[in-house]
């Protein structure tokens, strides 16, 4: 990786601080990558625009690493990125006019483990997109209730309230497919 990392520096004429960022950068994909993609899955409910939508968030991250002020944050920034790319797609036009259809899965291809995980990401698909959002934060990426507030910009108690109707939801639709 160093290795890389140098070459890349001489081909560009990178300063130190660039070579700093392009190892931020390494270092959250590597890191951050899946968690991301759980949020942006969570908001579009769809698998290739999520992936679209983190690669997007990541150049964006990219153009203003200049803006996080705290590294020790950067995952919380990152998913705010994530989210503000997720609404834009959620508002733009071509979203609105075609809807994506995805290809069966034959129930042969799958073993039970993987079976039941779907099972639940489909049940979690049934839910609001607020209620799969915090469960995604919460349970997925194991952030604080405190840390989701900010990301998500509301108040702590009403992250508090949406987690316990969204387990009690989840909850429910679970019952009802005989989990």
């Given at each position: 990786m160093e290795k890389s990392l140098r070459m890349s520096t001489s081909r560009h004429n990178g300063t130190p601080l660039e070579l700093e960022q392009r190892e931020a950068i390494e270092c959250?994909?590597?890191?951050?990558?899946?968690?991301?993609?759980?949020v942006a899955l969570a908001i579009l409910n769809d698998y290739h625009l999520a992936q679209d939508c983190v690669q997007e968030s990541l150049i964006k991250a990219v153009m203003n690493i200049n803006k996080l002020h705290d590294p020790d944050k950067a995952l919380a920034w990152l998913c705010t990125i994530v989210r503000n790319e997720c609404r834009t797609v959620l508002r733009s036009s071509w979203k609105r006019k075609i809807k994506l259809s995805s290809q069966p899965i034959e129930s042969s291809q799958i073993d039970s483990s993987t079976r039941k995980a779907l099972d639940i990401y489909q049940t979690l698909a049934c839910l609001r997109k607020e209620y799969r959002e915090i469960l995604v934060l919460y349970y997925v990426n194991g952030f604080l209730l405190k840390e989701i507030s900010e990301i998500i910009n509301i108040r702590e108690s009403t992250c508090r309230v949406r987690l316990h109707r969204a387990r009690r939801a989840l909850k429910k639709l679970l019952e009802k497919e005989g989990y």
């Open positions: 959250w994909v590597e890191q951050y990558y899946s968690k991301l993609f759980a």
